[in-house]
């Protein structure tokens, strides 16, 4: 039995479409942070870009020099408080693979 080019065509299309449908019925969960000084502290808050906090995420302050700052978690409101270090540094919030937010001290509101 042969099946017509176009039966083929609008089979694939379908099946195309249902399968986006799955993809984006759960949603793409971007992750987002943000950090601003208050005196001579930094904090830093994550999130997902749905408004999904990331409590328990791990963070890093880490040095240009690649060199371990300060070391922890974000807390029940998806924060974490920190003196200002006084070299240049970034910070990475690690929430699991492709949730990773990476601030460097440049972007952080107030220096």
């Given amino acids: 039995m042969k099946f017509p080019i176009q039966w083929m065509l609008r089979a694939a299309t379908m099946m195309v479409l249902l399968a986006s449908t799955a993809v984006m019925a759960h949603g793409v969960h971007i992750p987002?942070?943000?950090c601003?000084?208050?005196?001579?502290?930094?904090?830093?808050?994550?999130?997902?870009?749905d408004g999904?906090?990331?409590?328990?995420?791990?963070?890093e302050v880490i040095s240009y020099d690649e060199k371990t700052?300060?070391?922890?978690k974000l807390d029940e409101k998806s924060r974490i408080r920190?003196?200002?270090?006084d070299s240049e540094f970034y910070i990475l919030i690690d929430d699991g693979p492709g949730q990773v937010i990476e601030i460097d001290w440049k972007d952080v509101k107030g220096i």
């Fill in 69 to 72: 700052l300060v070391s922890g």
């Fill in 36 to 49: 601003w000084t208050e005196s001579k502290h930094v904090i830093c808050e994550g999130g997902e870009s």
């Fill in 82 to 85: 920190f003196a200002r270090p």
């Fill in 52 to 59: 999904h906090p990331l409590p328990d995420a791990l963070v």
């Fill in 32 to 34: 987002i942070g943000k």
